[in-house]
């Protein structure tokens, strides 16, 4: 997900990704609930390309990293990242590609829509124009949202009020919200209001 922003903020188009749950995958592709999709992707390998790619790779680092580090000991992003193995550094570079293709996809007019697993569903999403407007929505001070302030939406553009409708009418959505200025937002239910939570940068993945 880190890489997918990146190269949507290095582009400076923006774009809007939609996550849902995997079990209303059919809610997207078989119905027009909430989100009308102009281009959808059949229930076959290309749409779980990700997902497949994102398994070998954790496949093949746990196979490499078994002989090098002691039992129960964990592997994180450090070995990955400073391992030299073709094979990871072959499924890395699949997994570049797809997240550049995503980024590309959110260049087009409307959302990408993708499943907690990373399937992606379709592109070119429109938000139901008829879900009620959001008046107000919360702006989270810490990671958790606990801490949080009203703030009002007729400040802020069609990309960002869309994705607020979307996840007051629909509280299983996440959606990231990519600026063409580069600023990101993860916007979705939490409690009683929609809430978003501003990302300047994505540190380590931004080149």
Not at 102 to 107: G, M, Q, R, T, V
Request: negative net charge.
């Amino acid at each position: 997900m880190r890489r997918i922003v990146a190269t949507i903020r290095a582009a400076k188009h923006g774009g809007t990704i939609v996550i849902v749950p995997p079990a209303d995958a059919a809610r997207f592709t078989d119905e027009e609930t909430f989100i009308t999709l102009k281009h959808r992707f059949l229930d076959e390998e290309p749409r779980r390309r990700c997902r497949s790619l994102m398994v070998r790779t954790v496949n093949a680092l746990a196979e490499v990293c078994a002989p090098l580090v002691a039992p129960g000991v964990k592997v994180g992003w450090n070995e990955h990242a400073s391992l030299a193995d073709p094979l990871i550094s072959e499924l890395d570079e699949a997994i570049y590609e797809v997240a550049h293709l995503i980024a590309a996809l959110a260049d087009i007019d409307g959302a990408v829509v993708m499943t907690q697993r990373f399937e992606i569903l379709g592109f070119g999403g429109v938000i139901a124009g008829e879900l009620p407007d959001v008046a107000r929505v919360a702006r989270a001070l810490d990671v958790e949202g606990e801490h949080r302030i009203r703030e009002r939406t007729d400040l802020v553009g069609t990309r960002h009020n869309a994705a607020y409708r979307l996840c007051s009418a629909y509280h299983d959505a996440l959606a990231v919200v990519v600026s063409q200025d580069g600023g990101t937002r993860f916007v979705r239910w939490k409690g009683d209001a929609v809430t978003y939570w501003d990302q300047v940068g994505v540190a380590a993945v931004d080149t």
